[in-house]
Each structure stands twice: as C-alpha cells, then as structure tokens.
C-alpha cells in the first residue's frame, strides 16, 4: 500500500489533507483515484488507514478509516554523533542509518575533519539532508522522520540525554562493541554513539568524550571508514536492543 508522510496539524480523528510534491506524485504517477486506499504517517509514530475522497493541483482529502502506532519503529532511540566528513558522505550516512532505525544524527566538527564549515554555512545544507532523511523514512517505512541536527562542537555534546554514550575509537582494545552491549541494562532506552571523520579521534577528544563519560568500543581487527562506520555500528545496536525487546 503506498505510504505518505503529513503533517500532525493536518491529521485528525477523521479526516486528513495532503500538500506539496506528493500531490502531484499521487494524481500524475501513481494515478490514485477518489475512493482508493493509502497509508498515511505523522512523522511522530502513528499510522493511518486513509481513503481518498477528493484530489486537486494543490491537495489530496483524504477520510480516516483507522489509526494504530507504527509497528516499525525501534524500541531504542539511538543518536549517531557523526565527525563531519567530506562532503557527500552524510548523506550517504543518513540515508543508510535513517533505513536502519536511527533516530538522530548529529554532525560534529571535530579537529580531523577535513571538511571547515561554520555553523552558519552548515546551516544552509540542513534543509537537503533533511529531505534526505525523509525520503529514507519512506522508502524504508519508518513511523517517524528522524531528525538532522545542526553543527556541533564535540563539548557540546550532552552525556545526560542518554542512558548510554559510546564512543567507537580504534585505539580501544579491551572492550569491544559485542562486550559493550552485553554490559548495557536492559532498561537502557536512549543510546548515543560517536564516530571519528576521515582522520579518526584525537587524543584530546578522546579525554574530552571519556570526561563526559563515554564508553569507548572497538569494532574489531579493521578500520571502517567513517560512512561505513555508522551505519555498521547502528546496525548492529538495532539487532542488539530489538533483540533483547
């Protein structure tokens, strides 16, 4: 069934409306009709059992038929402090940890990042990654979009947020992920997890991250690059806190 995301505002007990691009996918490719049955999202968890009963240039109407949370979202709200890498890479990030379950990502200016942004010009690129995430939460038939944030500095990353904060650091070789995980209370709920950009995590950070009371991991006898280390490492919490759900 097809699935389109509309604004909570838009929704209620009986009714919805639909704006924008999707309008014109609706009527012009997928060629849907007054009366046929679609699937609409919140972006905040719950789902809709919708049938169109009038479609104009501008908006589709549609009657609700029935709600119920969204059975696809984790049980774990996982948050990726992604080093900002080279420029096309987040989005490959994104894109791949937003299919995976993630809830957040948060690009961090660290000291090896190659790529120099301010805050402000970061800024500008927002909205696009944005649209990333939501095209991946369709595509992979998320409940929720989550969020991009904006640029940060390693100190201004929050340790009370979470349950746990883990820090992937190649230079870790006591505790790997799998030792990490198995450690973790079963009640944990709010996980954050930091990777390096291209030249990996200085020795100053790395303090600063144990300061804030990081859990440092390894992921093993290779070294992923950074694109491949976040969705790698999202993946493999996501079968670790489902699993135990």
Do not use: W
Not at 29 to 45: A, E, P
Not at 68 to 76: F, G, R
Not at 202 to 209: G, M, P, R
């Amino acid at each position: 069934m097809n699935r389109f995301f509309v604004e909570k505002e838009n929704i209620t007990d009986s009714s919805a409306v639909l704006y924008g691009e999707d309008v014109k996918h609706i009527s012009s490719v997928l060629r849907l009709r007054t009366g046929d049955k679609v699937m609409l999202c919140d972006g905040i968890g719950m789902d809709y059992h919708a049938r169109i009963t009038a479609i104009s240039k501008a908006e589709v109407h549609f009657d609700i038929l029935s709600s119920s949370t969204a059975l696809t979202e984790p049980q774990c709200s996982l948050t990726l402090f992604q080093g900002l890498p080279k420029a096309g890479k987040l989005e490959t990030i994104i894109q791949k940890c937003v299919e995976l379950g993630i809830s957040e990502v948060v690009p961090v200016a660290m000291e090896r990042s190659v790529v120099r942004l301010s805050k402000k010009d970061f800024g500008k690129k927002l909205e696009r990654y944005q649209r990333v995430a939501m095209e991946a939460s369709k595509q992979s038939r998320r409940g929720v979009i989550p969020r991009v944030g904006g640029l940060i500095e390693p100190k201004e990353i929050d340790p009370a947020a979470f349950d746990a904060l883990l820090l992937a650091y190649e230079l870790e070789s006591e505790h790997s992920i799998k030792n990490v995980l198995d450690a973790l209370d079963g009640n944990i709920k709010r996980v954050g997890v930091i990777i390096g950009p291209e030249g990996g995590i200085s020795d100053e950070e790395a303090k600063l991250f144990a300061s804030l009371g990081a859990q440092s991991f390894s992921l093993g006898h290779r070294i992923l690059r950074t694109e491949t280390a976040g969705p790698a490492i999202t993946a493999i919490i996501m079968y670790h806190m489902e699993g135990e759900a």
